[in-house]
């Protein structure tokens, strides 16, 4: 099984800040990482996918990139809708896991 | 927006037995891999189970491998998680979630509760 590690497990941030989350793989997943945002009390939804494509719709202050074993998660300008925790997930081979989840908080 | 909506999570005991379901009100979940997915604050979110679109092929977690079934009615256009021999490690609030769009877990529900406890 893949273990994916996220860094840090929590941050604080204001509103318009620059924030980086950092995923890590136990082994190579090429680009199989997926990102998800979770708001308070709501289901995750899917942000980026293959580490770096963009969902349509999602907007374009958040990037990813990486591969192998190491990728990152970028919120260029936090907004209000931005303090959620992320999750990080590679689909890269079975079991599908995820990442322990990074907390943004105000 | 598609909405994905389970139902079936309830209260049960140890050892007890289960069945989840998951629609898609106004839209469909034909021709699309569905996923079962569970988040506890223990363990956070975990990946339990996937169906392709025709149901032959199915896969699983070790930890609910021979004990969850999971299942599709393209007729009733409905996904199914069985869930048998439960245990307070399956306590969680149950997710499906569809790769529509050939996008990985695309979509998801609100989620359907499961408790197991004495």
């Known amino acids: 099984e893949i273990q994916m590690t996220q860094s840090p497990s929590s941050l604080y941030a204001s509103v318009g800040d620059r924030v980086t989350i950092i995923c890590r793989s136990s082994q190579s997943i090429s680009h199989y990482l997926n990102w998800f945002r979770q708001r308070p009390g709501k289901a995750p939804e899917l942000l980026i996918s293959a580490a770096t494509n963009l969902k349509r719709g999602v907007p374009s202050t958040f990037s990813g990139s990486g591969s192998g074993t190491y990728f990152t998660l970028t919120i260029s300008s936090l907004t209000p809708d931005d303090f959620a925790t992320y999750y990080c997930?590679?689909?890269?081979?079975?079991?599908?896991?995820f990442g322990g989840g990074t907390t943004v908080e105000i | 927006e598609v909405q994905l909506v389970e139902s079936g999570g309830a209260l049960v005991q140890p050892g007890g037995s289960l069945r989840l379901s998951c629609s898609a009100p106004?839209?469909?979940?034909?021709?699309?891999?569905v996923n079962w997915v569970r988040q506890s604050s223990r363990k956070g979110l975990v990946w339990v189970s996937r169906i392709n679109p025709d149901g032959a092929i199915t896969n699983y977690a070790d930890s609910v491998k021979g004990r969850f079934t999971i299942s599709r009615d393209n007729a009733k256009d409905t996904l199914y998680l069985q869930m048998r021999s439960l245990t307070v490690e399956d306590t969680g609030l149950y997710y499906c979630?569809?790769?529509?769009?050939?996008?990985?877990?695309?979509?998801w529900g609100r989620g359907t509760r499961v408790t197991v406890s004495s």
């Open positions: 997930q590679q689909s890269s081979s079975l079991p599908l896991t």
């Open positions: 979630a569809a790769d529509y769009a050939d996008l990985p877990f695309e979509t």
């Open positions: 106004g839209f469909t979940l034909r021709g699309f891999w």
